[in-house]
T-cell receptor, first 114, second 114 residues
Framework: EAAVTQSPRSKVAVTGGKVTLSCHQT?????MYWYRQDTGHGLRLIHY???????EKGDIPDGYKASRPSQENFSLILELASLSQTAVYFC?????????????FGPGTRLLVL | AQSVTQPDARVTVSEGASLQLRCKYS??????LFWYVQYPRQGLQLLLK??????VVQGVNGFEAEFSKSNSSFHLRKASVHWSDWAVYFC????????????FGLGTRVSVFP
């Protein structure tokens, strides 16, 4: 069974502060993704990566950075957190065919920015 | 650009009754289509996926979906719903560049009552 873990599972941050969300997969997958989930918007892609040391912008990258230092780890960084970034964040991984392969999701991180 | 519409935000069904969840997609090209399920406080899990070929796809837990190119639809069905099917169901389509992750619909929340 594929495994994707996220930390922290929940976080309260202050406006203007820096937040780092971490994702770790043990699937040996090439592709990793960061999505955010908001009521009324479903899931939207923030950043993705298909190889270590490289990241790509998704649909809504503004205000976010991503880092993929190894195949197993993929981080999402909010340099200056804002109220509008309150959401649930999901990390996912998939194998060599990217999105048309099954995506395995982590349990999510609930972020509240005050 | 591709898009997915799930016209029903909420569906209520009695245990043992049949279930159909609607999904319409907009995509120029050959779509790869997916249904994912999100149980309470969990990440998403794949129910089934459509690759070009047989229009009827079987998934886990008795779910199936039917692709219709003429109707641009990918509806999900289950013959007899169980209380454990209480969840949010997301339809998704692969982007033009399949490395870029999926485009999700807003989801349909299914409530099951005895």
């Amino acid at each position: 069974e594929a495994a994707v873990t996220q930390s922290p599972r929940s976080k309260v941050a202050v406006t203007g502060g820096k937040v780092t969300l971490s994702c770790h997969q043990t699937n040996n997958h090439d592709y990793m993704y960061w999505y955010r989930q908001d009521t009324g918007h479903g899931l939207r892609l923030i950043h993705y990566s298909y190889v270590a040391d490289s990241t790509e912008k998704g649909d809504i990258p503004d205000g976010y950075k991503a880092s993929r230092p190894s195949q197993e780890n993929f981080s999402l960084i909010l340099e200056l957190a804002s109220l509008s970034q309150t959401a649930v964040y999901f990390c996912a991984s998939s194998d060599k065919q990217g999105a048309i392969d099954t995506q395995y999701f982590g349990p999510g991180t609930r972020l509240l920015v005050l | 650009a591709q898009s997915v519409t799930q016209p029903d935000a909420r569906v209520t069904v009695s245990e043992g009754a049949s279930l159909q969840l609607r999904c319409k997609y907009s995509y120029f090209g050959t779509p790869y289509l997916f249904w994912y399920v999100q149980y309470p406080r969990q990440g998403l899990q794949l129910l089934l996926k459509y690759y070009p070929g047989d229009p009827v796809v079987q998934g886990v837990n008795g779910f199936e979906a039917e692709f219709s190119k003429s109707n641009s639809s990918f509806h999900l069905r289950k013959a007899s719903v169980h209380w454990s099917d209480w969840a949010v169901y997301f339809c998704a389509v692969s982007m033009d560049n399949y490395a870029q992750g999926l485009t999700f619909g807003l989801g349909t929340r299914v409530s099951v009552f005895p």
